[in-house]
């Protein structure tokens, strides 16, 4: 069965910290995202990356950056968090050749900055 | 500029009842698209996709239309359930990037 995995469910943070959200998919793909979801907003694309070591700007990328340093693993970095980062953050991954184009979720972080 | 839209934020249904949601896009570039559904605290679950050179798509009680002329597409419940009350997000894929792009949702509420 297809997983994908982060490593907190809930995250309370203060403004200034740096954090780190982890990601990983045991399903061997190359394409991994970070979205964040906001009431009203959608999902939104912040970074992505289609192989180890390769990183592509979405639309948020500002006050973010990732690291991709093993296929399976894709992580998210908060350099000072803000308050206006209080959101869910999803992770994803796909397989390039997937023939519905799915993207595979994990079931996301609630991160709190205080 | 927003590339779907999802005009509706809710929609109310009758238990056995048919839901109708909508989505529109505006880049004819888009290969494929895709409807997800989304409970609170979750991730999203993928539920039925289609090809941008297929005009229907059909799985169990899940159908996808799609009107390239009109840029248009629409995902059929039939017939609704209490567990469907969800939020559901049409999505478009290019395959210039393999990225999706996703409208703001849609919160479905099934009454029994």
């Known amino acids: 069965d297809v997983k994908v995995t982060q490593s907190s469910r809930y995250l309370v943070k203060r403004t200034g910290e740096k954090v780190f959200l982890e990601c990983v998919q045991d399903?061997?793909?190359?394409?991994m995202f970070w979205y964040r979801q906001d009431p009203g907003l959608g999902l939104r694309l912040i970074y992505f990356?289609?192989?180890?070591?390769?990183?592509e700007k979405g639309d948020i990328p500002e006050g973010y950056s990732v690291s991709r340093e093993k296929k399976e693993r894709f992580s998210l970095i908060l350099e000072s968090a803000s308050t206006n980062q209080t959101s869910m953050y999803l992770c994803a991954s796909s397989d390039p050749l997937g023939g519905t184009r799915e993207q595979y979720f994990g079931p996301g972080t609630r991160l709190t900055v205080t | 500029d927003q590339q779907v839209k999802q005009n509706s934020p809710s929609l109310s249904v009758q238990e056995g009842r048919i839901s109708i949601l909508n989505c529109d896009y505006t880049n004819s570039m888009f290969d494929y698209f895709l409807w997800y559904k989304k409970y609170p605290a979750e991730g999203p679950t993928f539920l039925i996709s289609i090809s941008s050179i297929k005009d229907k798509n059909e799985d169990g009680r899940f159908t996808v239309f799609l009107n390239k002329s009109a840029k248009h597409l629409s995902l059929h419940i039939v017939p609704s359930q209490p567990g469907d009350s969800a939020v559901y997000f049409c999505a478009a894929w290019s395959g210039a990037n393999s990225k999706l792009t996703f409208g703001k949702g849609i919160t479905l509420s099934v009454r029994p």
């Open positions: 990356s289609y192989d180890v070591k390769m990183k």
């Open positions: 399903m061997d793909h190359e394409n």
